[in-house]
């Protein structure tokens, strides 16, 4: 990156701290690896630039840092879903201290779908009792390019003079036009980039278009939520199916699971026969073990149109290990 690729970063990530509620002053909790330009020291800038007061805690071993959160007081917290998680057990399990205990007002989630599932939300929020804004980006234009605002209806486009987004459809590989409750790939091209400049760049990312019309914040143009990957779409008997729908229907399983979960499939190019195995983590009182298996089993199967075979296990096995991210799908050899 040159100097003015750096500075373009920071005007954009400023437009995202500032659409969800970052202004001089704020306390930020910046939970994300430092040791990374991105997302560490990029955000760590830009929220300098905008005179926010920054505590950032990387790999610092999570009771120092909630010890010291604690008496400094935080306002707002930037982080991935999974390592929410991860610090929402630790805070409880390991330590004793409730979550909704350091008085956050907001944080905003990105780096994976999970911030943008309406059950997954919903239990964050309720944990934290702060709102959740869900964020996304790529490495190759920038951290963050959409972002929710204080409506959270959908990511708004921040990247304008930077980048160019474009809609794909998925299976022709053809530009779309985008209309409301569609789905498409993302398509970049950079436009005031020095190093390494992308242009028609497909990275993957498949959204759903929440909205076209002008959304109540004041914001105009197009607003999507990410429902997951390409890549990570599988396909069982003709029906399309992504994780992050998975993952909504078992959060919504809560207490009885953690929502942690993970999808065996065969290697790729082999087809997918149902059921599908997949195997959740029991809560620390699931209750009846058979009931919760048949119960989760049938809403998979009367929501995302597939069979699957729930393997439950105890609680603890598929424990966060502090990642930023979770593997959710694993393939055989």
Known sequence: MTEADSRAWNEILARFFWATGVRPGTRVWLAVTLGWYIPGL???EALREIRATVYPSGTMEASRTFNILRRAGVDYMVSS?????YLTNVARERLGIDPASFGLKAMALGGEPGAGVPQIRQQIEETWQCKVYDAMGTADFAPILWTECEAQA????????FVIVEFIDPTTGQPVEPKEGMLAELAYTAIARECVPLIRFRIGDLVRIEGTDTCVCGRTGIRIRCVGRVDDMFIVRGVNVFPSAVADVIASFRPRVTGEFQIRLPPRGLPIEPPVPIVVECGPEPGDLHKLKKDIEEAIRAQLIFRANVLLVPYGELAPTGAMKRQVIVRSE
Request: proline share 6%; net charge neutral; charged share 0%.
């Open 42 to 44: 990029s955000f760590y």
């Open 81 to 85: 879903p999974t390592f929410v998680n």
């Open 154 to 161: 959908g990511m708004h486009f921040i990247g304008q003079g």
